[in-house]
Each structure stands twice: as structure tokens, then as C-alpha cells.
């Protein structure tokens, strides 16, 4: 197969077009196109009004050799690489010992899918509940039912990223495309084909809760134990070598093996693993608040007279402006036609986050404007610092929102001009259980609030419409990524505890959906390869 990049063809082009393209491209006749498949598609709307589909395709021909042979030169023209998944390692026909997973977001589903696939029987504990249970419980909580500290947006199955927009993109480097065993997987468990070409693929909320199942499902059949409802609660460590588990029933589980992928969230958890002499580091995150503007808006912006077309589907941004203050403001997970959500894991707290459907059609488009915060400049002294920074953030936002898990919230141009909202412009807050409307620079840093209140106008000069005073802010947004890495070494296990295997988002090792996905697979080669005793080396 040949892959060929950057073939550009207008947004509305026929059938026929693709075909003739790619013979135009190779010089060749017609008859000598065996087949083509589609590996990525995208748009360059730069030019509103001739907006262009930009494809990757891979292609079967005739003469192949003699082909990219005329092409050598052509950064376009390339064999298409095998982006198939090959296990590295297969269990024993007896095991010694069951491999652990903490966790069950999508690092730990993946690795413990892939453990299982591997044959090693993995035993998966989650804190939270099962994914429906813990659907029923998130959306009891936004409709101003009690917190379940344990059963909410952060914890249970399928983790943070089941409400979220389910975002199936990353920037993190795949030379061993693990990315595309992510994919193929979320298909199998039915994820719609196109999010193995899209640009930018997503699910959304409710088609993750259904491929959440069915990958547990396989996992079990595979031979994989899942507990759900149960916590770490401490860890056994001898000799800097882990030995077992701790579980919040009381029972004591012995591995040598235990993959650590507890989310973002998990500060009990991190506190704990401190206590027990685990090397942690702080590490930057960002805070800010959620802004919603109307969809349609940011369709006409991006997208001009093609707004609304299906291909494009509902538009999304991406913003970053350096301050005079030497800070970052930039956008984050960005949500088309979506929700603001609570997303608090701890009473007397607020956080929000960003949701939408596989549909996106809800009025509002909303991001997240944060700025990036560093452990040397803003929370010194300890490694689990940022945590408590996180909670007083979130506390002073469950003060201000009116003490009830409502959050506050202001109009744009309120909080551009430094005065209190008293009443809603025509952007209807899509947060609930409800907003309060207040000032919001009394929940956040001075220096986080002159940072966007200065990014904001000039995010307006990219986006006609960003800055409109009746836009809304809502906070806090505390949860961009852990405050905290656990630092592990060539062989993915802690530089300072044998057997335990820091992972994902929770850790510090990924951000999003895909690249946990990934970072999943990894400990799980690195953990089959040391149970079958291949060493680290065989990591390369």
C-alpha cells in the first residue's frame, strides 16, 4: 500500500473526486487503482468561503515499487506503515500471580483489557460504581441530589472522561501507533467507524457509557476480575519492593504488580501513597473558568456560509495569548454544542467541567479559560501542595456560588469592566444544579484574573463574539490535569517502589481520553513483560 498526504479536495466534492485525485496525484491510469481506504480526514477553513477537505489516504495500486520509486523525493508519497497492534508478551499456562489495575477511567480499562487480551487475568479494583449506577448517581447530583463522593463525574467506571466530550484526539508522539489499537478497540465495542479517520474523533457521553460495558464485558470473559465499590486504602511495602493492597472492605490483596491509574482526583489516594514514602513531585496545572457563547455564533465565525454543514459538524476553537504578566491564558477542552457540568468529588466544593453528546446540538459551545500555574512560582514547599490549592479554589466557589453546589458566575462584560452581574444576558447557563451570579475575581488569584480579563479581548480579534458582554463565565475550573506526578523510570514503575506502576492522567503521564488509552497499554507491556521476566529492554 502507498499512503498519500495532503490531498485537498473542496468541502462539497463528489464521489468521483477522491478516485481522480488520487490518479492525478500518481500519474496514473484510471484501471491502475486497485482500492483506497481513508486514514484521516480533516479542513483547512482558513478561507471561510472555499473551505477544503484535506485527506491521508492509503492506497492499493499497480507497479507499487516502481511508483514510490518515482516518488522518492515526494514527502506526500510514502509506504503506508503497519499500524497494527502486536502483543508483546503472552501468560504462563499457570500464573504465580495476578497483575492489579487501581482504577477503571481508560487508563486502567485498557490496560487491564490488555493484560487480559495478554492472557494474565488481571484483578481491577474501582472505587466508583459501575458505569450505569454511577450515571444514575452524577445526574442525581445535578439535579440538586445529595454528592456521592464516591459515584460522581471524577470516580467510577469509565473515569473523568465518560462526561466530557469524549475527545479521541492527542498531540502525545506514537511512533508505535498505539493510538490506532484505542480506536480499533472503541469500534469494536461500538464506537461509530469514523472516529478511525475524523481529524478530531469523538463520542460523547452516552455511547461511552455502552462501550464501557462491553469492554468490561470482554475483559471478564478474558478471564478479568473487576470489583467494583472498592478503594486502596493503604499499600504494603517492603523493602522498597510493593507487596500488596489494602482494601477499603478490609481485605489485604498480594501482588508484586499493580498498575496505579486513579485519575486526576484521587487525592486521598495521593496523600496516602506520600505517607508511605512514594517519590511524588508537584507539577503545573491550570485554573480558570468555564465560557459559553452561543453555538451558532461560533459556527458563523469558523465556518461563514458552510456553517452547519454535516461534514463540519459543530465548530470548535483552540486559543492561547501570552500575558504581559508573563502568564498563559489558553482554551481547554473545548466542548461544541455541550454542557457545563459540576463536577465536584468532595463536599463543600465546586469544579466544573465541560460534557457533550456524540451529537453536540446543544445551544451553547463552552471551554474552559484557564491560566497555567507552576509549583515554584504559586505553591511551594510541598510536593502535595497543589491539592490544596485545588480545595481552597473550590471551596471559595462553594462559598460564593451560595453554599449549595450552585456556581457562581458573571457576565463577560461584567467581568471585564470589574462589577458584580445582576442579571443574565441572552446566553442561558447551561450549568446545573444552577449559578449564582456574583464577581467572580473574588474566587480566583489576582494574577489569574488580570490574565484573562486581558486574554479575553484579544481572544476577540481571533473569534468575533468572544468578548460579548453577554457571554458567561462559570467557576471554578481547578481539574485541567493532576497537580501531581508520581515519577516513574524506563521500566514504568516508580523510581523509588518496585512493582508499582504510576499511569495515566492521575500520575502525570497523560491528558485526555486517547493519550491515557495509550499511556494504558504501555504499563501494560511493561508489567507482562516483568511477570514473564523480559525486562524493560524489551520496551524499545
Not at 508478551?89 to 493484560?115: H, M, W, Y
Not at 468529588?345 to 465541560?354: A, D, I, L, Q
Not at 445582576?422 to 456574583?438: C, H, M, R, W
Request: with cysteine.
Amino acid at each position: 500500500m502507498i499512503r498519500l498526504t495532503e490531498i485537498k479536495l473542496p468541502l462539497n466534492h463528489d464521489e468521483a473526486a477522491l478516485p481522480a485525485a488520487i490518479v492525478s496525484k500518481l500519474g496514473i491510469l484510471p484501471a491502475q487503482l486497485k482500492s483506497f481506504s481513508m486514514f484521516k480526514r480533516g479542513y483547512d477553513a482558513r478561507k471561510k468561503t472555499d473551505i477544503q477537505l484535506i485527506y491521508t489516504l492509503d492506497v492499493e495500486v499497480e507497479q507499487e515499487a516502481k511508483l514510490l520509486q518515482k516518488f522518492a523525493k515526494d514527502p506526500h508519497v510514502k509506504p503506508s506503515p503497519d499500524t497494527s497492534y502486536k502483543f508483546v508478551a503472552k501468560a504462563p499456562a499457570v500464573l504465580n500471580e495476578r497483575p492489579v489495575v487501581v482504577g477503571l477511567g481508560p487508563c486502567g480499562l485498557f490496560a487491564g483489557l490488555l493484560l487480559a487480551q495478554m492472557g494474565f487475568k488481571p484483578i481491577i479494583l474501582e472505587r466508583g460504581k459501575e458505569v450505569r449506577e454511577r450515571t444514575k448517581d452524577t445526574f442525581g447530583f445535578w439535579r440538586k441530589k445529595p454528592l456521592n463522593t464516591e459515584s460522581n463525574v471524577q470516580f467510577g467506571e469509565g473515569g473523568a472522561g465518560t462526561f466530557s466530550d469524549g475527545k479521541l484526539y492527542s498531540q502525545v508522539k506514537d511512533p508505535k501507533h498505539y493510538g490506532r489499537k484505542v480506536l480499533t478497540e472503541f469500534v469494536e465495542a461500538g464506537a461509530p467507524d469514523e472516529i478511525m479517520y475524523v481529524s478530531k474523533p469523538h463520542i460523547g457521553t452516552f455511547k461511552l457509557v455502552t462501550m464501557v460495558e462491553k469492554m468490561r464485558a470482554r475483559i471478564i470473559e478474558l478471564g478479568g476480575e473487576i470489583r467494583f465499590s472498592t478503594r486502596v486504602d493503604d499499600v504494603l511495602i517492603e523493602d522498597g519492593q510493593l507487596t500488596g493492597l489494602k482494601l477499603s472492605n478490609g481485605e489485604t490483596l498480594h501482588s508484586k504488580h499493580v498498575v496505579l491509574a486513579v485519575g486526576h482526583s484521587a487525592r486521598d489516594t495521593f496523600e496516602m501513597l506520600f505517607k508511605r514514602g512514594v517519590y511524588i513531585e508537584a507539577k503545573p496545572f491550570s485554573v480558570g473558568f468555564r465560557i459559553e457563547h452561543k453555538q451558532s455564533m461560533i459556527d458563523e465565525c469558523r465556518f461563514g456560509p458552510n456553517a452547519g454543514n454535516p461534514i463540519l459538524g459543530a465548530a470548535d476553537y483552540k486559543l492561547v495569548h501570552h500575558c504581559d504578566n508573563g502568564r498563559t491564558v489558553y482554551s481547554f477542552c473545548m466542548c461544541p454544542g455541550g454542557t457545563v457540568v459540576a463536577a465536584a468529588s468532595e463536599e463543600g466544593r465546586v469544579v466544573t467541567n465541560g460534557m457533550s453528546q456524540y451529537s453536540r446540538n446543544e445551544r451553547n459551545a463552552n471551554s474552559a479559560i484557564v491560566v497555567g500555574i507552576d509549583p515554584e512560582r504559586d505553591y511551594p514547599g510541598h510536593p502535595l501542595a497543589g491539592i490544596e490549592l485545588q480545595r481552597k479554589l473550590e471551596a471559595q466557589a462553594f462559598e460564593l456560588g451560595g453554599r449549595n453546589y450552585d456556581a457562581p458566575a458573571q457576565l463577560i462584560g461584567d467581568f471585564l469592566a470589574g462589577k458584580a452581574s445582576a442579571e443574565l444576558g441572552d446566553v442561558e447557563p447551561s450549568y446545573t444544579p444552577g449559578v449564582k451570579l456574583t464577581d467572580l475575581s473574588r474566587v480566583l488569584p489576582d494574577y489569574v484574573i488580570a490574565a484573562i480579563r486581558e486574554a479575553i479581548p484579544a481572544f476577540d480579534k481571533q473569534i468575533k463574539g468572544f468578548a460579548r458582554p453577554e457571554g458567561l463565565l462559570t467557576g471554578v475550573e481547578t481539574r485541567t490535569s493532576s497537580p501531581i506526578c508520581i515519577k516513574r523510570g524506563a521500566d514504568f514503575q516508580s523510581i523509588n517502589i518496585k512493582g508499582l506502576y504510576p499511569a495515566g492522567e492521575g500520575a502525570g503521564y497523560a491528558g485526555g481520553i486517547l493519550s491515557a488509552g495509550i499511556d494504558g497499554i504501555k504499563v501494560a507491556e511493561a508489567v507482562a513483560l516483568s511477570m514473564t521476566q523480559q525486562g524493560s529492554e524489551a520496551l524499545v
